[in-house]
């Protein structure tokens, strides 16, 4: 009798194809998954770790841990996101937990993340206390949340879950300007102290001073701070403010690169060589915007230039004298700029397409018209900052959002663009506005941070729907 065949159904066969499930016994509790969820976790990860070493044959390996914050942690892995459930348990749990694993950027993307910003939901859901009787005077964040704020010769510092505080003596009386080059390190300055810091936030050391080498060899305080991916921008201006300049430094080694927009001011007309106190980095463009005003008794005038920082060249520039800029900002995502009007208060726009076509008065007013003519200052300590496809602009104790609004037909404005058209809303509840005057205004991760005068904390809004 010949030989039987072997089943068309193989379960006689020797050979079985490796297993895609892989078992884990957490703290005695058993949980399945496939290896290509266990490798979501990273290359360097313990559980990527285990999904290679998994087989069918081999007892399932033990992990001494807790089974309930293992089971958020996977469900975070399969799906990208916290369940639920994880919201009855304790954040800081959670973050040590995903830190054993090596999976704690998993976690940032899903709680962090800028992504999930959302500019009309947004509401206070708490407060960060600050050391001490000195207010807040600069914020600095670094894109998924974290936050250092300068508040007298300290700088306290909040991880990205804002759970996390250490507290730090600089050797400045006050800080005016700063920057988070990363969670670690910070660029500090002020306008009554030479050079620029490289400090280190954990251990309050300075790892680096810059300085601006000026003709008369008097020291450089630092006007303002900015940065883009690859470049350090820092405003200088001579202690004996007759000479500024803005220097460019490599953002990885810190060394120099070029320096722009040296002005010595001898004999020379001051409103054409003001240093800059705001510094922007434009992407889109690869222009740096650089403004600065003054206070005269004409009243108060200013310059805002666009740099290419390549050439040393000023693509385009703006001279104000008619109700100067109070604050400025600019936002590639509506390819305009946004000024508050010192005298009148109001918000204007400018569209940077203007600019390029060299428009001598490319500003148009979003408010009341008639307020410019007024005498009064009425823009004095308003802030205003852009962050994504909205405009946030404080007057007081408000903080009033502008969004663009598109409408069924354009109108040609006096520079021959298109007329735009933008709407206000005043942001938050009833119970979440008013009280004193904002004096700092910025972004990080999913979140809005905000500072008051006189008060020692700073305000975190964001979307409460997302829970933690």
């Given at each position: 009798?010949?030989?039987?065949?072997?089943?068309?159904?193989?379960?006689?066969?020797?050979?079985?194809?490796?297993?895609?499930?892989?078992?884990?016994?957490?703290?005695?509790?058993?949980?399945?998954?496939?290896?290509?969820?266990?490798?979501?976790?990273?290359?360097?990860?313990?559980?990527?770790?285990?999904?290679?070493?998994?087989?069918?044959?081999?007892?399932?390996?033990?992990?001494?841990?807790?089974?309930?914050?293992?089971?958020?942690?996977?469900?975070?892995?399969?799906?990208?996101?916290?369940?639920?459930?994880?919201?009855?348990?304790?954040?800081?749990?959670?973050?040590?937990?995903?830190?054993?694993?090596?999976?704690?950027?998993?976690?940032?993307?899903?709680?962090?993340?800028?992504?999930?910003?959302?500019?009309?939901?947004?509401?206070?859901?708490?407060?960060?206390?600050?050391?001490?009787?000195?207010?807040?005077?600069?914020?600095?964040?670094?894109?998924?949340?974290?936050?250092?704020?300068?508040?007298?010769?300290?700088?306290?510092?909040?991880?990205?879950s804002l759970r996390k505080k250490a507290t730090i003596l600089t050797e400045f009386s006050a800080v005016?300007?700063?920057?988070?080059?990363?969670?670690?390190?910070?660029?500090?300055?002020?306008?009554?102290?030479?050079?620029?810091?490289?400090?280190?936030?954990?251990?309050?050391?300075?790892?680096?001073?810059?300085?601006?080498?000026?003709?008369?060899?008097?020291?450089?305080?630092?006007?303002?701070?900015?940065?883009?991916?690859?470049?350090?921008?820092?405003?200088?201006?001579?202690?004996?403010?007759?000479?500024?300049?803005?220097?460019?430094?490599?953002?990885?080694?810190?060394?120099?690169?070029?320096?722009?927009?040296?002005?010595?001011?001898?004999?020379?007309?001051?409103?054409?060589?003001?240093?800059?106190?705001?510094?922007?980095?434009?992407?889109?463009?690869?222009?740096?915007?650089?403004?600065?005003?003054?206070?005269?008794?004409?009243?108060?005038?200013?310059?805002?230039?666009?740099?290419?920082?390549?050439?040393?060249?000023?693509?385009?520039?703006?001279?104000?004298?008619?109700?100067?800029?109070?604050?400025?900002?600019?936002?590639?995502?509506?390819?305009?700029?946004?000024?508050?009007?010192?005298?009148?208060?109001?918000?204007?726009?400018?569209?940077?397409?203007?600019?390029?076509?060299?428009v001598e008065q490319p500003w148009v007013c979003l408010g009341d018209k008639r307020k410019m003519v007024?005498?009064?200052?009425?823009?004095?300590?308003?802030?205003?900052?852009?962050?994504?496809?909205?405009?946030?602009?404080?007057?007081?104790?408000?903080?009033?959002?502008?969004?663009?609004?598109?409408?069924?037909?354009?109108?040609?404005?006096?520079?021959?663009?298109?007329?735009?058209?933008?709407?206000?809303?005043?942001?938050?509840?009833?119970?979440?506005?008013?009280?004193?005057?904002?004096?700092?205004?910025?972004?990080?991760?999913?979140?809005?941070?905000?500072?008051?005068?006189?008060?020692?904390?700073?305000?975190?809004?964001?979307?409460?729907?997302?829970?933690?």
């Amino acid at each position: 009798m010949a030989p039987s065949a072997l089943p068309r159904n193989g379960f006689k066969q020797n050979h079985r194809p490796e297993s895609n499930i892989a078992t884990i016994d957490v703290g005695g509790q058993l949980f399945q998954t496939t290896k290509q969820t266990l490798t979501l976790a990273g290359p360097d990860s313990l559980l990527s770790k285990i999904s290679d070493s998994a087989a069918p044959h081999l007892p399932p390996p033990f992990i001494d841990r807790d089974p309930e914050l293992f089971s958020i942690l996977l469900s975070l892995l399969r799906t990208g996101n916290l369940p639920s459930k994880a919201k009855a348990l304790d954040l800081h749990d959670l973050i040590s937990e995903s830190q054993f694993y090596g999976i704690e950027t998993l976690m940032i993307d899903s709680i962090s993340n800028p992504s999930h910003f959302d500019a009309f939901n947004l509401e206070k859901s708490l407060t960060l206390p600050l050391n001490g009787r000195d207010s807040p005077s600069v914020i600095a964040t670094t894109p998924f949340g974290s936050v250092h704020v300068a508040h007298g010769s300290k700088i306290t510092s909040f991880d990205w879950s804002l759970r996390k505080k250490a507290t730090i003596l600089t050797e400045f009386s006050a800080v005016d300007s700063m920057l988070a080059a990363s969670t670690e390190l910070a660029a500090v300055g002020a306008t009554d102290f030479s050079g620029l810091q490289i400090v280190d936030l954990g251990t309050g050391s300075v790892r680096e001073t810059l300085s601006w080498e000026n003709v008369t060899r008097s020291g450089s305080t630092v006007q303002a701070i900015g940065s883009s991916q690859e470049s350090l921008f820092v405003s200088f201006e001579s202690s004996r403010r007759n000479s500024n300049s803005i220097m460019i430094y490599d953002l990885n080694t810190m060394c120099p690169v070029n320096e722009i927009g040296h002005y010595e001011i001898f004999g020379a007309q001051i409103n054409s060589a003001l240093p800059a106190t705001k510094l922007k980095w434009v992407p889109g463009y690869n222009l740096l915007m650089a403004s600065g005003s003054h206070s005269g008794p004409s009243g108060v005038c200013g310059n805002i230039k666009f740099w290419d920082i390549r050439s040393g060249n000023v693509a385009w520039e703006v001279h104000e004298k008619v109700d100067c800029f109070s604050d400025l900002t600019v936002s590639e995502e509506l390819s305009a700029m946004f000024k508050i009007g010192v005298n009148s208060g109001e918000v204007f726009y400018a569209d940077l397409r203007s600019l390029s076509l060299g428009v001598e008065q490319p500003w148009v007013c979003l408010g009341d018209k008639r307020k410019m003519v007024s005498g009064k200052k009425e823009g004095v300590g308003c802030r205003i900052e852009s962050h994504g496809s909205q405009v946030y602009c404080s007057k007081g104790g408000v903080l009033e959002l502008w969004s663009e609004v598109a409408v069924g037909s354009r109108k040609s404005s006096g520079g021959g663009s298109e007329a735009r058209h933008f709407r206000k809303n005043v942001m938050g509840r009833m119970k979440d506005m008013g009280g004193s005057r904002i004096t700092n205004l910025t972004f990080g991760g999913n979140k809005m941070f905000m500072t008051r005068k006189d008060q020692q904390y700073v305000e975190v809004w964001q979307n409460s729907a997302r829970g933690y």
